[in-house]
């Protein structure tokens, strides 16, 4: 007999403590999608972290149901501290941590709750951090598991998970950040035994357990369900983003600075550049956008225009003339140049490689190697 549950320590659905304005909507509509993702694949548990309630405890709430998943937090009143499941004949508790000044005193008390209920098998699940997660297994010596989150994930950048742990007989199991990674614990309980043999040879008698870290990748393939969700959230966040941010002027330039005039007005002059860059990558890095509806998405808009955010340049409502990796996002604004084209002063002749960097970087790039990625964006007619 097998089964099967899905647990997570957060944070789960907000990744920064507070929404920022602009990202307010965006951010909730995708936690949302995730809730109902998280939901098909069959959520048990998750360990609320404080950056889960960015949008109040009533939104949670309403995240909570759409992901029809049982929030545990042992030091938050809230919530139930502990739940007990029958999973193929054998109890398995759930605990879930957050930061609060004794964690891991509220980790005990649940833990012994939870054994009283029944519970053979125990696995909390802390928004704690690594090393608060650590304390506790050195407490709790006979949990199976404990599964590290952390308290908030601030910025894009993606985190590699610590390899698996031991300590004692609790595994000390952290994944990367951004639900990169899934761990996948199996246990096998045979006579009775509730110790897990460690990872390895399995043993002639007794219960053991394996544990390994999957990455998730886009080359996995996905579920039906799933994509069908985020295909109308795409389309959902680009809509609204459309109308939200219709007034989003651009910043005028400084007076006397440059502002962007677009690829049209450099082509009249320099149609020899303008053909070589027309077969890159670049020219066609907004249609990449909008042809998956993500045109008008904060995640995405900002690297594949041109002069996002700038003064005189483009908003997320407002890229005509400017969509894609046009001339003036490695040569400047070009609108001082364009009247007085012989002042050399007026405009970036020689791009520095330091400026591809502003967009190819990680996580969405990685490994990106400027004297190569050069070779490609120039050619005859083009600095060659
Ligand atoms: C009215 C014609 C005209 C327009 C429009 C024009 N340029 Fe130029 N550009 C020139 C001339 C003339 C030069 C100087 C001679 C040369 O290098 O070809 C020049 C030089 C340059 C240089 C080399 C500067 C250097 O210091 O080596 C770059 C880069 C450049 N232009 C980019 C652009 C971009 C980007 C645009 C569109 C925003 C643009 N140009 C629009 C005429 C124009
Ligand atoms: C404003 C952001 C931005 C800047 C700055 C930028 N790029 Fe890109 N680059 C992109 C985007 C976006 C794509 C992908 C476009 C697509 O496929 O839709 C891309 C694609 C490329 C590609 C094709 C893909 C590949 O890796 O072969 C090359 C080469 C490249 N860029 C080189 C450069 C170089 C060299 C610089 C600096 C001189 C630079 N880029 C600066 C955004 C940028
Ligand atoms: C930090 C800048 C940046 C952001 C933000 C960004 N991109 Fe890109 N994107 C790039 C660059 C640079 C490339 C070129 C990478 C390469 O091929 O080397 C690229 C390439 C791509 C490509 C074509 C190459 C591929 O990987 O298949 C797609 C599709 C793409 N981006 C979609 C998106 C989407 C969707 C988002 C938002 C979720 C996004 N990008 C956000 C910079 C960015
Ligand atoms: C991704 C960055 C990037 C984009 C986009 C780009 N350039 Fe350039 N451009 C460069 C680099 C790098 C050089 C070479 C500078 C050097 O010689 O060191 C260059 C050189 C030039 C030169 C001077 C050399 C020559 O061949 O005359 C002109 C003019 C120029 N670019 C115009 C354009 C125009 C017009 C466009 C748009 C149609 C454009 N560039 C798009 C990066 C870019």
Not at 26 to 36: G, N, P
Not at 52 to 63: F, N, S, T, V
Not at 200 to 212: A, D, E, L
Not at 247 to 259: C, K, T, W
Request: glycine share 10%; hydrophobic share 40%; charged share 25%.
């Amino acid at each position: 007999m097998r089964a099967n549950a899905l647990a997570l320590a957060g944070p789960t659905f907000f990744g920064e403590p507070s929404l920022k304005t602009d990202r307010a909507d965006q951010d909730r509509e995708k936690a949302f999608a995730l809730a109902r993702a998280l939901k098909t694949m069959g959520l048990l548990a998750f360990a609320p972290s404080p950056s889960d309630l960015a949008a109040g405890p009533d939104e949670l709430a309403r995240l909570v149901t759409a992901s029809a998943g049982t929030p545990l937090s042992a030091d938050n009143a809230g919530f139930l501290r502990w739940i007990v499941r029958d999973m193929a004949g054998v109890k398995v508790g759930f605990v879930g941590v957050g930061p609060s000044p004794q964690p891991r005193e509220a980790a005990k008390t649940a833990v012994a709750a939870a054994r009283t209920e029944g519970a053979q098998v125990l696995v909390v699940l802390g928004s704690v951090g690594r090393g608060e997660a650590k304390r506790i297994a050195d407490d709790l010596p006979d949990l199976t598991a404990i599964v590290v989150g952390s308290e908030a994930s601030v910025g894009e950048a993606n985190t590699l998970a610590p390899p698996i742990e031991r300590l004692g007989d609790v595994l000390v199991i952290e994944t990367g950040n951004h639900l990169q990674q899934v761990a996948v614990l199996d246990l096998w309980v045979r006579e009775g035994s509730f110790r897990f043999a460690a990872d390895g040879t399995p043993p002639v008698q007794g219960s053991f357990s394996r544990v390994s870290l999957v990455d998730v990748h886009e080359r996995m393939g996905k579920d039906p369900e799933v994509r069908a969700e985020l295909l109308s959230l795409y389309k959902r966040i680009d809509d609204r983003n459309r109308e939200r941010f219709r007034d989003r002027l651009p910043r005028p330039s400084a007076p006397g600075a440059a502002r962007y005039v677009g690829v049209e007005e450099c082509k009249a002059c320099h149609v020899g550049s303008w053909k070589v860059w027309k077969t890159t990558q670049h020219a066609r890095a907004f249609e990449t956008l909008q042809s998956a509806f993500k045109g008008h998405n904060l995640d995405c808009v900002g690297c594949h225009v041109t002069g996002y955010d700038e003064p005189g340049g483009s908003t997320v409502g407002h890229v005509e003339r400017l969509e894609g990796v046009q001339c003036e996002t490695c040569h400047g604004p070009g609108s001082l140049h364009v009247k007085t084209p012989l002042d050399p002063s007026l405009l970036v002749g020689k791009p520095k490689p330091t400026r591809c960097l502003g967009c190819h970087h990680p996580p969405h790039v990685e490994g990106f190697d400027a004297e190569t990625a050069l070779g490609r964006i120039l050619g005859p007619g083009h600095g060659k």
